[in-house]
């Protein structure tokens, strides 16, 4: 298994510019997540998803637009980036259960630089 | 607001040396999880913790959860270069297994 994907692993963008980060787990896990981590701030939320078709919205998901079409795939698009949005972006995927003790796995993350 | 309290929130030491990292919050949680990163990788999970007053060992990592299921520590003996990286804590407060709440983390530099 490859577990968690992402693509790019780096990128440079210039204000107003859109792009779309890819995330792509082969666990079969149906939740999946979207953090930004930045010095001093530690993980934020930025969207959720607990299953294919179903989103939700984390706690700074201002900037960012997520979709959930299939199991595998849960892409976070930037609609016209900021300075802002500088960071290192993280793909997270889980089992769906009541469990709390579930696992989750991260990818190895998209260092985005906003110019 | 800021539930997870972590500290320190760096630390530097000298190979050999043991260390104690803390995870604090004035809420009850269902379970706590540490987990460590490394530069220019993702967090990876250490050890889930669920029991009030349960302690943990992973060789030379010792993680305990507070009895109040409140508070948790990670204690490393004889630290090692390897164990160089970001100390995390998360948890899943009762109620809510959607979300994981994060503590902003130790930094911790082992010296040869």
């Known amino acids: 298994n490859a577990g968690v994907t992402q693509t790019p692993k780096f990128q440079v963008l210039k204000t107003g510019q859109s792009m779309t980060l890819q995330c792509a787990q082969d666990m079969n896990h149906e939740y999946m997540s979207w953090y930004r981590q930045d010095p001093g701030m530690g993980l934020r939320l930025i969207h959720y998803?607990?299953?294919?078709?179903?989103?939700d919205q984390g706690e700074v998901p201002n900037g960012y637009n997520v979709s959930r079409s299939t199991t595998e795939d849960f892409p976070l698009r930037l609609l016209s980036a900021a300075p802002s949005q500088t960071s290192v972006y993280f793909c997270?995927?889980?089992?769906?259960?009541?469990?709390?003790?579930?696992?989750?796995?991260f990818g190895p993350g998209t260092r985005l630089l906003v110019l | 607001t800021q539930l997870l309290e972590q500290s320190p929130q760096f630390l530097s030491i000298q190979e050999g040396e043991n260390l104690t990292v803390y995870c604090n919050s004035s809420?009850?949680?269902?379970?706590l999880q540490w987990y460590r990163q490394e530069p220019g990788e993702g967090p990876v999970l250490l050890v889930t913790?669920?029991?009030g007053g349960e302690v943990k060992k992973l060789k030379r990592l010792t993680f305990q959860f507070g009895d109040a299921r409140k508070d948790s520590s990670l204690h490393i003996t004889a630290a090692q270069p390897g164990d160089t990286g970001l100390y995390l804590c998360a948890g899943y407060n009762a109620g809510n297994n959607r979300k994981l709440i994060w503590g902003l983390g130790t930094s911790l530099a082992v010296n040869p």
């Open positions: 913790v669920v029991t």
């Open positions: 998803s607990v299953g294919a078709g179903i989103t």
């Open positions: 809420s009850v949680f269902s379970s």
């Open positions: 997270a995927s889980r089992p769906r259960s009541t469990s709390y003790q579930e696992t989750q796995y």
